[in-house]
T-cell receptor, first 116, second 113 residues
Framework: DQQVKQNSPSLSVQEGRISILNCDYT??????FLWYKKYPAEGPTFLIS?????DKNEDGRFTVFLNKSAKHLSLHIVPSQPGDSAVYFC???????????????FGKGTKLSVIP | GAGVSQTPSNKVTEKGKYVELRCDPI?????LYWYRQSLGQGPEFLIY????????DSGLPNDRFFAVRPEGSVSTLKIQRTERGDSAVYLC???????????FGDGTRLSIL
């Protein structure tokens, strides 16, 4: 059973438009969420995170939204640029003490293609 | 500054052999993690070190897998009697402490023939 789900394997967006990547989770103990970007043959690169005490976090062109009641988060990229083309992974952990609070549980990723 | 460094970048070996994968974390990061990523999947947690000790090895698939971090910096993931199903990209990450964003290396692509 997948605890973090990214239901869209791929997404294509025109350059300059908004990219919206979605992620759903099932484990109510998750309270810290991260997005990573991955280029081929490279490791995942940390983009942005959000704690469950917030519903929005913004960093430049990247904004993450968290809807705890729906167990849903999304990453908005605006404006999208060709260099944003990569696989995006959603990840979650429980930030409290105890086993598993540091383990990241990842989704399967969404491949974003930004078309010039 | 230097990121997480993993060597080798690629490793091809025969079934039944022993392999060691090395991870050099970001300087000053006390927390170190190993993950495994199979094709089409996200990374899956293997083991977490805080300092020299393995604080959680619950993700190791079986007793053929073992990891050490003797001086609290470099870590080595060891796999005995390799099997074809062990083929994957093995990723190492480090963070300044637990519950902080983890920074990944580029991984070691392990292929068992």
């Amino acid at each position: 059973d997948q605890q973090v789900k990214q239901n869209s394997p791929s997404l294509s967006v025109q350059e300059g438009r908004i990219s919206i990547l979605n992620c759903d989770y099932t484990n109510s103990m998750f309270d810290y969420f991260l997005w990573y970007k991955k280029y081929p043959a490279e490791g995942p690169t940390f983009l942005i995170s959000i704690s469950s005490i917030k519903d929005k976090n913004e960093d430049g062109r990247f904004t993450v939204f968290l809807n705890k009641s729906a167990k849903h988060l999304s990453l908005h990229i605006v404006p999208s640029q060709p260099g944003d083309s990569a696989v995006y992974f959603c990840a979650a952990s429980g930030s409290g003490s105890g086993a598993g609070s540091y383990q990241l549980t990842f989704g399967k990723g969404t491949k974003l293609s930004v078309i010039p | 500054g230097a990121g997480v460094s993993q060597t080798p970048s690629n490793k091809v070996t025969e079934k039944g052999k022993y392999v060691e994968l090395r991870c050099d974390p970001i300087s000053g990061h006390t927390a170190l993690y190993w993950y495994r990523q199979s094709l089409g999947q996200g990374p899956e947690f293997l083991i977490y070190f805080q300092g020299t000790g393995a604080a959680d090895d619950s993700g190791l698939p079986n007793d053929r897998f073992f990891a050490v971090r003797p001086e609290g910096s470099v870590s080595t993931l060891k796999i005995q009697r390799t099997e074809r199903g062990d083929s994957a990209v093995y990723l190492c990450a480090s963070s300044p402490g637990p519950n902080q964003p983890q920074h990944f290396g580029d991984g070691t692509r392990l292929s068992i023939l």
